[in-house]
């Protein structure tokens, strides 16, 4: 599986961006897939993920409200609507994509097989 993200930019503090994350390769609907974001200095965090029926959606906790994940598996596409963005929201994002037996998706890396190559979001104050 090969992640293309895409949809990053520069965007005043209170604005909106919908990042996407194209993926190749066969079988995107049994993947769970996850968006993770790496501020400068700081390190990855996890920020959503989706099972691969969008049956089961997880947010870190603190951008619960603002962002919303989505999928199309006809599309073989992720995702990631963030709104009312803030300057600490500024990082590289990187989507994700793994498997489990169980389909649910994970807050953690590790658990992660394929990875992006991340998009900028800037927010400016």
């Known amino acids: 599986v090969q992640l293309q993200a895409s949809g990053g930019g520069l965007v005043q503090s209170g604005g909106s961006l919908r990042l996407s994350c194209a993926a190749s390769?066969?079988?995107?609907?049994?993947?769970?897939m996850g968006w993770f974001r790496q501020a400068p200095g700081k390190e990855r965090e996890f920020v959503a993920g989706?099972?691969?029926?969008?049956?089961?959606?997880l947010y870190a906790d603190s951008l619960k409200g603002r962002f919303t994940i989505s999928r199309d598996n006809a599309k073989n596409t992720v995702y990631l609507q963030m709104n009312n963005l803030k300057p600490e929201d500024t990082a590289v994002y990187y989507c994700?994509?793994?498997?489990?037996?169980?389909?649910?998706?994970?807050?953690?890396?590790?658990?992660?097989?394929?990875w992006g190559q991340g998009t900028l979001v800037t927010v400016s104050s």
């Open positions: 994700a994509a793994g498997y489990r037996r169980s389909g649910v998706p994970s807050q953690i890396e590790r658990h992660y097989d394929y």
């Open positions: 390769g066969r079988a995107f609907s049994t993947y769970f």
């Open positions: 989706i099972s691969g029926g969008a049956g089961t959606i």
